[in-house]
């Protein structure tokens, strides 16, 4: 199955256009400022560029927000050199840094042709309406902030002269800052699109793991009230985790945790017909892992196991040291799964039965890439084995 990511890749594009441009149009408007002694002129312009871009960069990550802005705005300004810098929603001022705080009234009224026609606007003298001649607020350059062919804001440029390289820079600041907002916007979109795989993945295991474990605890409700009570705690202890709102990860000890739980609840229905191996490596219980992300493929190897055949099944997880990554695999000796049937599950498909296979593939590929999604080995008559690879370290992963 192939994850398609012409989204990312165009962004990413432009933020390596964006950050080559401006890297060259801020040396060229820095590069005579500076007179101290680090290597040549073009070394130092570049070191600090790089720097100060670096630091501009994560505030921005979150959003055009007041208080990403404010944090940005100084380190926009260093990159530019003026007098000031305004940072616009198109409706309301979220940042003003530098000299002249009482032009920032005006920010807003500046940015209006700007935002309105996505154009670069230069604001004369007659705009800026100063009446103290000792201010250095004379003129200034808009530039519209476009994320996805949506204007959202404006970067204000203001100081004493306008020049063509002043026109130049803010613009590919401009730049650079709506490909930073692009990026929060992918990060969000991605946020909510984990968020709702998640919820989908409950929906399809409570209703009938719920339905079962009551049925199982029912049983025990008089003939052993004791077993009854214990197993209710455990149902408890485990729809607390699953339905947690906490978190895109968790450890895979956490998650083995709550498989036991589920096990337990299961043995209760099934007793001694269900037989369950682990091997686990103590390396890997701290590796970190998407959420609900081994859990449907125990539950899979039970229904597939047991569910609709007479005797015992058995189910073996392992998850074992591999250097870098930690390797998780949960088999089962049921009744299989037609190799067809499994590659529609994981390309989308809603017509397989196997709880949350296509969801966990798809999760793990967005997290790791498209090299970890899962490997199913099945055939009818020959059992299930569903294996994923997790990195142990990964930035941006952790329970």
């Known amino acids: 199955m192939q994850v398609t990511v012409s989204a ?5 594009t432009v ?37 100060t871009a670096s630091l501009a960069a994560p505030p921005l990550r979150s959003g055009l927000t007041a208080a990403g802005a404010t944090r940005a705005a100084r380190h926009l300004r260093t990159l530019l050199g003026t007098s000031a810098i305004a940072l616009s929603n198109g409706g309301e001022l979220l940042a003003w840094d530098g000299a002249g705080d009482g032009h920032g009234s005006r920010a807003v009224a500046h940015a209006r042709n700007a935002t309105e026609h996505a154009r670069t606007e230069l604001i004369g003298p007659d705009g ?11 003129v200034g350059v808009v530039a519209p902030l476009i994320v996805e062919e949506r204007v959202v804001g404006s970067l204000a440029a203001y100081g004493e002269t306008t020049s063509a390289g002043l026109v130049r820079a803010t613009n590919e600041v401009a730049r650079w800052v709506s490909a930073q907002l692009e990026l929060a916007e992918l990060d969000q979109s991605r946020t909510r699109l984990m968020e709702a ?20 605890i029912a049983s025990f409700v008089r003939t052993d009230p004791e077993r009854a009570r214990e197993l209710l705690l455990e149902f408890a202890d485990f729809t607390r985790y699953s339905f947690r709102r906490h978190g895109d990860f968790t450890t895979l000890a956490e998650e083995l945790r709550s498989i036991d739980r589920y096990l337990l609840l299961e043995r209760a229905r099934f007793g001694d017909r269900l037989q369950v191996t682990l091997q686990i490596a103590p390396e890997v219980l701290s590796v970190s892992v998407p959420f609900l992300c081994v859990q449907p493929l125990v539950e899979n190897a039970v229904r597939h196991g047991l569910e609709g055949r007479p005797g015992e099944g058995h189910v073996t997880i392992v998850a074992s ?19 067809a049937v499994v590659r529609r599950t994981l390309a989308g498909s809603p017509d397989g039965d196997s709880v949350g296979l296509g969801n966990v593939d798809e999760r793990l590929r967005q997290v790791y890439g498209d090299e970890y999604g899962l490997v199913v080995e099945t055939a009818p008559g020959a059992g299930t084995k569903v294996s994923m690879r997790v990195p142990k370290y990964r930035a941006g992963v952790h329970g």
């Open 8 to 12: 990312v890749g165009d962004t990413l």
């Open 15 to 51: 933020v390596a256009i964006g950050a080559a441009v401006l890297l060259l149009v801020a040396l060229l408007w820095r590069a005579g400022r500076s007179r101290r002694d680090f290597g040549t002129p073009a070394d130092r312009a570049t070191f600090n560029t790089l720097h």
């Open 128 to 138: 800026v309406a100063c009446s103290d001649p000792d201010c250095p607020i004379k």
């Open 197 to 216: 795989e998640v919820r989908a993945l409950r929906a399809q295991i409570s209703p009938h793991f719920i339905y079962n474990s009551l049925t199982a």
């Open 321 to 339: 040291d591999a250097g870098s990554e930690a390797v998780i695999s949960v088999e089962d000796d049921g009744a299989g799964i037609d190799p």
